[in-house]
């Protein structure tokens, strides 16, 4: 059975939006995979650093939860993922945000991803995907976060095809 799932992506390091064109490639090889707009964000970490280019993707998969996670973090990998500080730059970085209904929390993850509701480059792009799509009951679509959203869309749902 298939369960849907959503990936936020993010990358601010490289030539960003082909890091997220690749990344996006490597998720279709898990599963049927639909994309939000791609938008640029200013960085939630420190301010010394490159905005970030960010959009999420629904993915339908067979992968439980932890092999998902794997996955994930092998296509990181792949892209040279390096992490130099705490919330700094970043050449790709892919969240398992949702996983169907699921509440999971493992020493390795924590489904819904934790500060969901504090991150308007994660709302905004889920919303492109589902306008109803609620987290722990909340709906996204009226949060004030996702009203005031500082959000740039750089290119419309067809940017990684």
Avoid: C
Wanted: hydrophobic share 40%.
């Amino acid at each position: 059975m298939m369960t849907k799932t959503y990936i936020g992506l993010g990358s601010n390091l490289g030539d960003s939006e082909q890091i997220l064109r690749e990344a996006v490639l490597k998720l279709r090889a898990l599963g049927e995979v639909t994309v939000s707009k791609l938008y640029q964000s200013p960085p939630m970490g420190p301010q010394d650093q490159p905005h970030y280019y960010n959009a999420v993707a629904q993915l339908n998969t067979h992968l439980e939860p932890l092999a998902l996670l794997d996955a994930l973090q092998r296509i990181e990998n792949e892209a040279g993922r390096v992490r130099l500080r705490r919330w700094g730059e970043r050449t790709l970085d892919l969240d398992l945000l949702l996983y169907a209904e699921k509440n999971i929390i493992n020493e390795r993850l924590t489904v819904p991803h934790m500060g969901i509701l504090e991150r308007d480059f994660v709302m905004v792009p889920l919303l492109d995907l589902d306008p109803s799509l609620q987290v722990n009951g909340q709906s996204l679509q009226n949060l004030d976060l996702v009203q005031h959203s500082t959000l740039n869309a750089l290119a419309d749902h067809t940017w990684a095809d």
